[in-house]
Each structure stands twice: as C-alpha cells, then as structure tokens.
C-alpha cells in the first residue's frame, strides 16, 4: 500500500471511529438490520450455515453491537467479535452459553490465532472500508478448509448506479423511486449525528465514494483470496418495504407476498439485478 493509499486508509478508519462512536448507544434502535422481518431472514441463513458445515467457532469481523452475536450466541460453543470502535463493542451482550471474547482492532490486520474457525461473518462491514481484500484475507486465513465467510446487506451498484443519475424534480418518476433517490442525496444524517458530509462519506467509503460493490469484482477478489466457491445473493428490492408495510392489511400476508415478489425477481436475475438495494455473499474456503 502506498503513502497516499495508507493515508486514505486511515482517513477511513478514523471516520468510521468517529461516526460509529456518536451512534453506538441507539445502534440498535435506528439499524434497518434490527427489524423483525430482517432478523428472522439472517437467522435462518446462518442457522443454514451453521448446519451446512457443522460450525462451533465463528469470527465475525466488525461485530459492531453484536448483530450477528446475537442471533448465533445460543447455537455456537465459540464466538469471537472484532471491531474498530470501542464504544460499539460496549454494547454486545456477553451473556448466553457460549463463550465469547471481543477485541478492539482492525479486521483488516487481526490476527486470529492458529486455532481455525468453522465460519467467519462480516454483516454490513465491507461498505465501511477503503479497500475490503485485506478483511477478505483476514476471513480466508482464519477459517478452516471447507469453512464459509458470510457478508450480506452490502451495496449492490447495479441499484445506486441506475439511481446516481435521477432528479427527485422528475415529475415522471413514481414515488416509490423518487423515495430512494431522496435517500442517497439527503444530507441530513450527518447533522443529526453531528459530523460534517465528508467523514459521514468516509465513513461509508464503499457506498458513498465508490458507488457500492458488483458482483463479478467481488467474485473476483474472494477468488484471488483464494475461496474456491462464491454463492451471491441480492436483497430488498424496490418497493419491498412498501408491500410489507401497507396500511390496514395482515403482516404475515404481506410477507409472504413480498417473498412470492422476491422469488419472482431472483428467476429473473441478472437481468434484475439494478432493482435489489443490496447483495451479499456466502464464500467458501
């Protein structure tokens, strides 16, 4: 890594430091990830992994509050959670049979000892970072032969890339579009958390900076890392949010119409593809 690619890179891990600092203590509460629907969709696809590869030891590389600690505490023997801010690994709940170690660093250049694990995870991580080959080797070294690193609700640019060029003026774009498009120009959320729109930017390097991840570059990298199988997913398409959430109707009948939708979109990948938000990935060594 050069000087100049060095010095970003730390711009980056110092945003992130910064803005995850502020808002630690409601993570919880404000994460889209949090939502009921959500939890019970990574539920089942860790529980799906778990069982795949007969996992007792997880790594999961920038745990944050403990999303996914959460979720596998109850299922594992071993976990351990890595993250760069201090005040985010402040709230992960410890209790529960397994046991669990947390450690403050960079996932980048964690060492995660001799002892293999069976899974690693990085929920939500990647779009955080300047660059995200050093994570994926960090996840390839740790794992053991036939063990799956798991990321998912990452930036598809397929989605922001068909977005980008849009006005929220456009009197022709249907409210369900021009909704989006007022998500990616709104500036608003630097305010609220009390940082300026360039650490915020930082902060979300992968998203904000470069634009989100493409699948054929990420299958690239995990292939130069050297997992020998990548499995890509796509998730919460345009208007998702709208079906499940429909005033005066039956949750559970909404969602399993968005599912029904779901399923429809995913036969009719890649042609698809620019309506999911985001994607995700199950690598295997």
């Known amino acids: 890594m050069g000087n100049q690619d060095e010095a970003e890179y730390r711009k980056v891990m110092e945003a992130n430091v910064a803005v995850h600092g502020k808002i630690a203590a409601d993570y919880n509460k404000n994460e889209p990830q949090f939502r009921p629907e959500n939890l019970a969709r990574v539920d089942k696809i860790l529980s799906g992994l778990i069982a795949r590869v007969g996992a007792r030891r997880l790594l999961d ?88 690193y798991y990321t998912d ?44 729109r360039e650490t915020l930017d930082l902060a979300e390097y992968g998203k904000n900076i470069r634009g989100g991840f493409d699948e054929a570059e990420l299958r690239a990298t995990l292939g130069r890392v050297g997992f020998s199988k990548v499995e890509i997913t796509y998730h919460w398409f345009v208007g998702q949010g709208a079906i499940i959430n429909a005033p005066g109707t039956n949750k559970a009948t909404q969602l399993a119409l968005a599912e029904q939708m779901d399923q429809a979109l995913h036969r009719a990948l890649p042609l698809s593809r620019p309506l999911y938000k985001y994607l995700g990935f199950v690598a295997t060594k």
């Not at 590389?61 to 299922?75: M, N, P, Q, S, Y």
């Not at 779009?127 to 740790?142: F, G, N, Q, W």
């Not at 849009?166 to 998500?183: G, I």
Request: aromatic share 6%; proline share 8%; with cysteine.
């Open 61 to 148: 590389l920038g745990c944050g509050t403990g999303f996914v600690i959460d979720l596998v505490r109850a299922k594992l023997e071993e976990i351990h959670g890595v993250d760069v801010t201090q005040a985010m690994l402040d709230q992960v709940d410890r209790s529960g049979p397994a046991k669990i170690t947390l450690t403050r660093g960079d996932a980048a250049t964690f060492d995660p000892g001799p002892k293999p694990f069976d899974m690693v995870t990085s929920y939500s991580v990647l779009h955080h970072l300047y660059d995200v080959e050093p994570t994926m080797r960090t996840a390839y070294k740790a794992l053991r032969p036939g063990g799956v």
């Open 153 to 196: 609700l990452e930036p598809n640019r397929a989605f922001w890339r068909e977005l980008s060029p849009l006005s929220p003026d456009d009197p022709l774009l249907h409210p369900l579009v021009k909704a989006e498009v007022v998500k990616i120009l709104d500036h608003q959320v630097a305010t609220e958390i009390g940082v300026d």
